[in-house]
């Protein structure tokens, strides 16, 4: 089963967080590169990556799997 990865404020930081994990993946210093590692996680794992603002929400969502809701066309 796939985790989705988001990428979420940490402190001065970022950080990629796997969905349902009690630990963060990896931390980093620009949230571009935390959006990369979590690409390469989500691509291997076939998941979602979820990308959170500087307040915590949700500012954009990324597949690389099984879309449950793909484009049409």
Do not use: C, L
Request: avoid cysteine.
């Amino acid at each position: 089963m796939s985790k989705d990865q988001h990428v979420v404020p940490r402190g001065k930081g970022w950080a990629v967080h796997g969905a349902g994990n009690s630990r963060d993946t990896s931390q980093h210093t620009k949230q571009s590169t935390a959006i990369s590692a979590a690409r390469d996680i989500a691509k291997n794992q076939h998941a979602e990556v979820v990308i959170h603002g500087r307040d915590g929400r949700i500012r954009e969502k990324n597949s690389y799997g099984n879309d449950t809701f793909p484009p049409k066309g």
